[in-house]
C-alpha cells in the first residue's frame, strides 16, 4: 500500500530539472477550495498535506499548457505514528482548464475536476467518502486587485460525486487570498457545504471556514500552515467516534514547483 503513497512522488521527481527557482506563482488555492489559477506551461508541483491524525496525502501536478494542468494524489490517515495506516481506497485524480483569462473587464474562469477529499477516507453504510468531501466537478471565478500588493478574491460552485449519504445538492465558496510583503500570503475561504447538511452522522449546517497563512521560501519552496473548521462542525472519524464539537484543526503543507 507504501508503493501507491508514493506514486506521486516519484512522478514529480522524475520531471524535476533546473529552472524557474525564484518565480512566484499565482495561487491555485485559497486553503482547501480551489482558484481559477493556474501553473505556468512546464511546471511540476508536488505538494505534501499533513493533517489531524497524522494524516499524509501527496500530491504532484503538471502544467501541460499555460491553460491545462492535471494532477494525481493519494492519502492515508494515521500515516505519522504507532497506529493502524488506513489508506483511501482509490487513487484521486485532478483536472483544471482556465476558459477565461483575467482582464480589465473581466475575471479569470476556469472549470475542473477533483476527486480528493480531506481528512480520513471512512467507510461504512451511507458513508464511504472522505470526512470533507472531494469537490468533483467544479467551475470557480477569480479577480484579481493591486492594494499594497496583490489581491485576490475567488469564488465557485461544485458537484461532489460523494452521495452515498442522499445529499446530491451542490456546494459553494468563496474566498479571499492577499500577500505581505514578497515572502507571504494570507488566505481565507467559507465553503457552504450544502451537500453535507442533511446526513446527521456527519454534518456540516455551520460550513467549513477555513484560513492559512503561506510562506514562500526562495520561490521554488512554499511552507503553508492551515487552521480548518473554524465553526467546529461535527466530525468522524475513521473509528465512527462522533465529535460534536471538534477544536479546529491544524495542519501543515509543504510544496515544491520547477520547471521540466
Partial sequence: MYTRLSICTALAVFMISPGL????LTPQRIVDAPTAGSLP???V?????LFDGGGVTQTASVAVTDLIGIGCSYSGAGVIGAGRVTWQPHAA???RIRVIEESLNSP???IGFDSQG??????GAKLNRFRTKSRGVYLVVSRNYRLLGDLGFHGGVNY???????DKDPSFWAGIDKDIGHAFELCGEYDFAT???ENKSITSNRGYLNGALKWHLGGAFTLELDVKNILRNTKKDISGYLDEQPEPSRELRFSYHKTF
Wanted: net charge negative.
Fill in 21 to 24: 527557482y525564484g518565480q512566484t
Fill in 41 to 43: 506551461s512546464k511546471t
Fill in 45 to 49: 508541483m508536488l505538494e505534501t498535506h
Fill in 93 to 95: 485524480f485532478q483536472l
Fill in 108 to 110: 479569470a474562469v476556469s
Fill in 118 to 123: 480531506y481528512g480520513p477516507y471512512i467507510k
Fill in 160 to 166: 461532489s460525486f460523494e452521495d452515498d449519504d442522499g
Fill in 195 to 197: 451537500n453535507d447538511n
